[in-house]
């Protein structure tokens, strides 16, 4: 059982789309983190959110921590192909010592 | 710029064949972490160190060992390489986090092994 599950798994849209991946769990945590992984490369870090509610901008991005620190979400207005990658949300559990938790990714696919 | 480098890009090597990865950091963070990521998964965790204190995932094969001789250096010895090992190698650092609240961790490029 995966203890963060992302959906969908994959998503190919269209340049100029807009999209939301989602990352959820049973679990709290302390805090979440979103990472964009390109073909061949580490996972890059793109936020972390701490506070419940907590909705932080990343030029065409928005992230948002759930209320109750058990699920997020990642939304990005007008899709362009360099936004192409994994994305994969991370958690650091309550109860949790220096681990992150993966969820599975998000494979994207902006086509021009 | 600070950073975290690994060492090859890429490797190849047989069957049963050891080899070693190598990551460095210019961070002077506390942790050190290693990955193993095959194609369209998530990273999984092979084992991190905490300063000199070496913690291994429950299931991590015993195949895999790792050294850190000093903040700035670690490595992953695989002793007997099999086709199952064929992945990415990812090697990440952090601050301690138990002091910054969170974990934000900060990947190097990665290394390809391939094993023939």
């Known amino acids: 059982t995966q203890l963060l599950e992302q959906s969908p798994q994959f998503l190919s849209i269209q340049e100029g789309e807009n999209l939301t991946v989602y990352c959820n769990s049973s679990s709290v945590f302390s805090s979440l983190q979103w990472y964009r992984q390109e073909p061949g490369e580490g996972p890059v870090l793109l936020v972390t959110?701490?506070?419940?509610?907590e909705v932080k901008k990343l030029k065409r991005l928005t992230f948002q921590f759930g209320d109750a620190r058990k699920d997020s979400s990642l939304h990005i207005t007008a899709a362009q192909p360099g936004d192409t990658g994994l994305y994969l949300c991370?958690?650091?559990?309550?109860?949790?010592?220096?681990?992150?938790?993966f969820g599975q990714g998000t494979r994207l696919t902006i086509n021009p | 710029d600070a950073m975290v480098i690994q060492n090859p890009r890429y490797q190849v090597t047989q069957f049963g064949k050891p080899v070693t990865l190598s990551c460095s950091q210019t961070?002077?963070?506390?942790?050190m972490y290693w990955y193993q990521q095959k194609s369209s998964q998530a990273p999984k965790l092979l084992f991190h160190?905490?300063?000199?204190?070496?913690?291994n995932e429950a299931d991590t094969p015993d195949n895999f060992q790792s050294r850190r001789p000093n903040t700035s250096f670690c490595f992953l010895d695989i002793r007997s390489p099999g086709l199952g090992d064929a992945a990415m190698y990812l090697c990440?650092?952090?601050?301690?986090?138990?002091?910054?609240?969170?974990?934000?961790?900060?990947f190097g490029p990665g290394t390809r092994l391939t094993v023939l």
């Open positions: 959110v701490v506070t419940g509610g």
């Open positions: 961070l002077n963070h506390n942790v």
């Open positions: 160190y905490y300063d000199k204190d070496f913690n």
């Open positions: 990440a650092t952090s601050r301690d986090s138990f002091l910054a609240g969170y974990n934000e961790q900060f």
């Open positions: 991370a958690a650091l559990l309550i109860q949790g010592a220096q681990k992150l938790v």
